[in-house]
């Protein structure tokens, strides 16, 4: 089968749908599938416009990009690839990028799919100028994509459930997964601890340094945990400016308790987690991070917001610790509970296991959805 992934962004570009993206494309190619992915050129870091990349053909085309990766607007349109593809599959249908070439594609007759994430949840923003057009934006887009998308896809139960009561529309619900290498690895705190000469308890933040990640609520919950706890840190790994960050935890007088470092990967990732207390993720606006199920793997327990899938997947106290958004002294008590109970932390990692996914079973059933199974 021949299968063409679009999305905005993708490798050596860093984020949760880009990471997506990647596996369930590589998946494809290990099966022996033909697969392309087209992409713009923004993140690319200077790589080639044409490129194989573990057995994915990968395809750059010039585009422009206003502010947001969502605005992102391709200037060429490879036909070649698209007029031969049996599958094309258009991933968030709040990207320009992505709607104009899935409807370019629908014009040569393959298939096409699209996956729907974060529906109706620009009012949501903390930004006021995008919750007072991001609505219109998003009826835009969301009307568009239910037109040229013939599988409709979610990755999240919440978008599922809106998408059937609000707009009358059946979709496929197909969360993500995680490497199987992150349940069988052993255990690399001490590659970590060593790495980065950490020997004092932290709790840790994955992902882009983003103002809808909640950084700025991790970083005064710490001017409280240290007032308790002085010896505990959070380690903060991720892609993006580290600037307002550092100025933040100067101003906050937790210089000392905060150690930002970039991205992360492979057996020093998994060791990260391993070496942690528990993941905190106090984010703004989120579909479901798929560092929450990393987490999981390794047994470890999460702190996170009750925001878009999530409250379906985490229950508190049972596989992890809700809290407010925006609500330091919520997360502050959160992380010194954790810090305090390790029959607590033991019991929400443990039951988190049991809520998994592996790639390779997402691939496959992706697959299916494709031939119609």
Do not use: C
């Not at 930004?127 to 990755?155: D, E, Q």
């Not at 004092?200 to 700025?216: A, N």
């Not at 903060?236 to 400016?241: C, K, L």
């Amino acid at each position: 089968m021949r299968i063409v992934h679009i999305i905005h962004h993708y490798w050596p570009f860093v984020g949760g749908i880009e990471n997506v993206v990647k596996a369930l494309a590589e998946g494809m190619a290990k099966l022996g599938h033909e697969v392309h992915v087209i992409a713009s050129t923004y993140g690319a870091e200077g790589r080639p416009r044409e490129e194989e990349i573990n057995g994915v053909q990968v395809h750059r085309v010039k585009s422009i990009s206003i502010v947001y990766a969502d605005l992102t607007y391709p200037l060429y349109i490879p036909n070649a690839i698209l007029k031969d593809a049996d599958v094309v599959h258009g991933h968030t249908q709040n990207s320009l990028f992505v709607l104009k070439l899935v409807k370019e594609a629908k014009k040569y007759g393959p298939k096409t799919a699209m996956d729907f994430m974060a529906i109706d949840t620009f009012n949501q923003h903390p930004n006021p100028l995008i919750r007072l057009v991001g609505p219109y934006y998003g009826k835009y887009t969301l009307t568009n994509a239910l037109k040229v998308s013939g599988i409709k896809l979610v990755r999240a139960v919440r978008d599922g459930i809106l998408l059937k009561t609000k707009y009358g529309v059946d979709a496929y619900f197909l969360p993500d997964g995680i490497d199987e290498e992150l349940i069988t690895a052993p255990n690399y705190a001490e590659l970590f601890k060593s790495q980065y000469h950490i020997d004092t308890p932290f709790v840790l933040f994955l992902g882009r340094l983003d103002k809808l990640k909640g950084i700025d609520t991790l970083l005064k919950a710490m001017s409280l945990v240290r007032k308790e706890v002085p010896e505990l840190k959070a380690v903060i790994a991720g892609p993006g400016d580290q600037r307002p960050y550092t100025t933040l935890a100067e101003n906050l007088g937790v210089k000392n308790n905060i150690v930002l470092i970039g991205p992360l990967y492979g057996n020093v990732k998994i060791g990260a987690i391993d070496a942690a207390l528990a993941i905190t993720l106090p984010s703004l606006r989120e579909t479901f991070p798929l560092v929450i199920m990393e987490a999981w793997a390794r047994e470890k327990p999460v702190i996170t917001t009750p925001v878009g899938d999530i409250p379906y997947r985490v229950k508190h106290r049972e596989n992890g610790i809700l809290i407010p958004p925006r609500n330091p002294k919520a997360l502050a008590d959160a992380i010194i509970l954790l810090f305090q109970d390790e029959n607590l932390r033991k019991k929400l990692g443990a039951s988190g296991k049991k809520q998994i996914y592996i790639w390779n079973e997402i691939v496959t059933k992706l697959i299916e959805i494709y031939n119609g199974i």
